[in-house]
């Protein structure tokens, strides 16, 4: 009778502790006001193989930089870090400025200037492919936002034109 108790306790008290396990819930901008805390969730990765550049044939792509101001909405923090990637690219610092990025990703994984950034720097040292991965992960998150999504869309032309 006590091994049943002692059983059936165990069971209760795992799955009381099984049930404040935190669970990822994707948030959406319109439902909560946006957290000061860092995301606990790291980007996710691309498994791809880089391949290094072939030889331009072709003209090289043209320099891709914001044509619309596109604040984000809700967490400075992130306008702040895309300032800065911008920045970096516009002095030809491609490395920083997708570090820069990657921070802002981390921060909001659903903006999609992010991706932007980060593909149009990727551009710029010849990594089309995996600018263009960025490109497809950036369009579906630019939905609100027409500005970037029209830039998104002209820079997977140029990529797509450049092959």
Known sequence: MVTIQRLLSLIILSGLLGGCAQ??????????????????????????PVSPPA?????????????????VKGNSAVASLLEEAWRLNRANDYDRSNAVAER??????????????????????MQLQLAEQLVRQGLPLAGQKPGVKAE????????????
């Open 104 to 125: 802002a990703m981390r921060i909001d994984h659903a903006e999609p200037e992010v991706y932007l950034v980060m593909a149009s720097n990727y551009v710029a040292m």
């Open 152 to 163: 998104l869309q002209s820079l997977l032309s140029r990529i797509r034109g450049s092959r």
């Open 55 to 71: 030889e331009a044939e072709s003209e090289p792509v043209k320099r891709i930089e914001p044509t619309v101001s596109t604040p």
């Open 23 to 48: 669970v990822y819930v994707p948030v959406s901008e319109s439902k909560l006001p946006p957290s000061n805390s860092p995301s606990t969730f790291p980007p996710p990765e691309t498994e791809s």
